[in-house]
């Protein structure tokens, strides 16, 4: 039982549910929306990754090309929205063509290296990849696929966590507990830090989210360029502005109590919404909420779905929130029906579930085009 009182809020009502394995003991680790937001993408401890409709919640296809534990994947979602990018620990890279549903390219070259990595990203121009290798970020050209950069001993310990702003910019954070916040494009070493922020706890999830997603937050005095998001090992959060020069200082959401653990963060009616979850003494999951960054305030709470904790949170345009977690599970999330109706009035429009792609339509949407020198390369 909780020794806390009972939460307090909006209920968000379970609107459907999805088992991602039928095998005893998989679980989600990941994911990310794809495809102009019309495809959700979820990796699991069985080394594979699944795709779902996100309209319809159907299964699509899943994709078995690592031969490691998955420890991050993304998309650039204006430059390749159908491209997937997904890193496995021994620093191997898969690129698979969601449209087509496998792996079109593979970075292999540093797999003999006996580097670990976490993370990578893609600058929002769609030309360049950032992978995390140990202590060091390496760029690729994913035009040519060839190394174009390295930044050596970035971290005093292996780096944990990489995302891009922009095109220009990137988060780190590492092992050693510290983020940096530095420019791709400075030559100069020296002169590339924005920011660095001793974090006290290792940062196991990082999400960038820029101005037009949480324009509530993001503001041109506070985060001209939006704000990188943070979870650590001690459930603790950090959400850090972003610009060059004077920007609003970092806040550290300090966890309330022993029972609450962070899940992550998700852009939500406007502003970012921080996703917590509530577990007992013995590791019982009990309920979620979504809570508003700048107010404080809970905007929706979510009970019922899952018998584990929680790893994932992802929203989209239209209010619906998707969280995965350690039973496997898959739960889609709505508002109350009146406060939907409430909300489309508000944005002058019906609802954008409506308006996204089905599975059938789902080729024809597609606008990316596979570069020439993308080729079926070697597994792992």
Known sequence: MYASAPVAGPPLQLQHSVKVSYDDGVYVLDGCLANNETMIAVSTSAQVIRCYDVRTTTHLFEMRDHTGPIRDMVVAPVAHPSLLFSVQEDTGV??????????????????????????????????????????????????????????????????????????DAICTAGEDQMVNVLSTTEPDEDEMMWNIINCEEVVTRMQYFSPDRIPLLATPEVAPRGVFATVGSCENAWVIPVGEGEVAREKKLQRPNFETYQVEFAPWLGTLGQVTGLKDEDGNAGPLLITDVVSGGVMGVMNGAHQEVVRIALSLPNGVLITGGEDGMLAYWTQP?????????????????????????????????????IKKGRPY
């Open 94 to 167: 898969a690129v698979s063509d969601l449209r087509i549903g496998k792996a079109v390219h593979f970075l292999n070259e540093m797999c003999s290296m006996g580097l670990d990595s976490y993370s990578l990203s893609v600058s929002e121009d769609g030309a360049s990849l950032a992978l995390a290798a140990g202590k060091d970020i390496h760029f690729v050209d994913i035009r040519t696929w060839h190394s174009t950069r390295s930044i050596s001993e970035l971290h005093t310990d292996d780096i944990t966590r990489v995302r891009y702003c922009g095109s």
């Open 337 to 373: 029906q009146q406060q939907q109706q409430q909300r489309t009035a508000l944005d002058g429009g019906e609802d954008e579930m409506d308006n996204v792609s089905t599975t059938s339509s789902m080729k024809q949407r597609a606008r990316i085009s596979v570069p020439p020198s």
